[in-house]
C-alpha cells in the first residue's frame, strides 16, 4: 500500500516543477525544437519514473530487516506496476499545470483527484466494513486493482485476477494519460 500511494503523489505532484519551468520558458524552448511532443513529456515522465522507483527499491530493502517478506518475482512486477501508475498521473499532472499554469490553481486540483481515489483504494482506511455503496464506489477506482494487484504480487498469489486487471487497467490509463499530455504540450501556449 505504501508503495502505492508512493507512486499515486510521486506522479500527481510533478506538474509544479512545469509551472515554474513554463514562468522560466523552459517549455517554450523546448517547443520550438523539432523534437517529438510526446518524446519530450515521456522523457520527463520517465525522469520522474526513475526516481519513483529507485526511492520503492531504497523501502523495500529497508523493510526486510523490519520482517518484509518477499517474493522477488512479484517484487519485480510490482515495481513495473509502479511504473504504469506513474506513466498515467504524472503525464495528467504535467497536463494540469499547462492549463491552469498556477501553483495556487494546481493544488486543489491534484489534492481533489488524489486524496479520494487513495481513500477509495484501500490502502489507508480497509473497506471491509465500508457501506456497500463505497465498496462499489472503490470497484470503480483503478487504484483499488493496482493496490489489490501489488498485495497479490507480494504475497506470491500470482492466480489472482487482480494482477491482470490492475496491469490492464493502469496500462491504459498510462497511454491515454501520455496521449492526452502530449496533446496539450503542443497546445499549450507558455
Same mark, same amino acid.
Do not use: C
Given at each position: 500500500g ?5 507512486? !499515486? ?6 506538474g509544479?516543477?512545469?509551472i515554474a519551468? +513554463?514562468?522560466?520558458?523552459?517549455v517554450e524552448?523546448m517547443?520550438?525544437t523539432p523534437?517529438? =511532443?510526446?518524446?519530450m513529456?515521456?522523457g520527463?515522465?520517465?525522469r ?6 529507485t526511492?520503492?527499491v531504497?523501502i523495500?530493502?529497508v523493510?526486510?530487516p523490519?520482517g518484509?517478506?518477499?517474493? &522477488? ?7 513495473? +506496476? &509502479?511504473i504504469?501508475?506513474g506513466?498515467?498521473l504524472?503525464p495528467?499532472?504535467y497536463?494540469?499545470?499547462l !492549463? ?5 490553481a494546481?493544488?486543489p486540483? !491534484?489534492n481533489?483527484? /488524489?486524496l479520494?481515489?487513495?481513500?477509495l483504494s484501500?490502502?489507508l482506511?480497509?473497506?471491509a466494513?465500508a457501506?456497500?455503496?463505497? =465498496?462499489?464506489l472503490?470497484? &470503480?477506482?483503478?487504484l483499488?486493482?493496482? /493496490?489489490? /494487484?501489488?498485495?497479490? &504480487? ?8 487482480e494482477?491482470a486487471?490492475g496491469?490492464a ?5 498510462? !497511454?491515454?494519460a501520455?496521449?492526452? /499530455?502530449? =496533446?496539450?504540450f503542443s =497546445?499549450?501556449?507558455?
Amino acid at each position: 500500500g505504501l508503495l502505492i500511494q508512493m507512486a !499515486v503523489f510521486g506522479g500527481a505532484f510533478v506538474g509544479f516543477g512545469l509551472i515554474a519551468e +513554463l514562468r522560466a520558458g523552459v517549455v517554450e524552448r523546448m517547443r520550438v525544437t523539432p523534437m517529438s =511532443r510526446i518524446a519530450m513529456l515521456f522523457g520527463r515522465s520517465l525522469r520522474d519514473v526513475v526516481i519513483m522507483v529507485t526511492q520503492s527499491v531504497l523501502i523495500m530493502v529497508v523493510a526486510i530487516p523490519f520482517g518484509l517478506r518477499i517474493d &522477488l518475482g512479484g517484487a519485480l512486477v510490482t515495481i513495473a +506496476l &509502479l511504473i504504469l501508475i506513474g506513466l498515467a498521473l504524472a503525464p495528467l499532472s504535467y497536463t494540469a499545470a499547462l !492549463v491552469l499554469k498556477s501553483e495556487d490553481a494546481l493544488a486543489p486540483v !491534484v489534492n481533489g483527484i /488524489a486524496l479520494p481515489l487513495l481513500l477509495l483504494s484501500g490502502i489507508l482506511l480497509p473497506l471491509a466494513l465500508a457501506p456497500e455503496w463505497l =465498496r462499489f464506489l472503490s470497484t &470503480l477506482n483503478p487504484l483499488t486493482h493496482a /493496490a489489490d /494487484a501489488a498485495r497479490a &504480487l507480494f504475497n506470491g498469489d500470482w492466480s489472482n485476477p487482480e494482477i491482470a486487471l490492475g496491469a490492464a487497467i493502469m496500462g491504459a490509463l498510462a !497511454v491515454l494519460a501520455v496521449w492526452l /499530455a502530449s =496533446r496539450a504540450f503542443s =497546445r499549450a501556449n507558455a
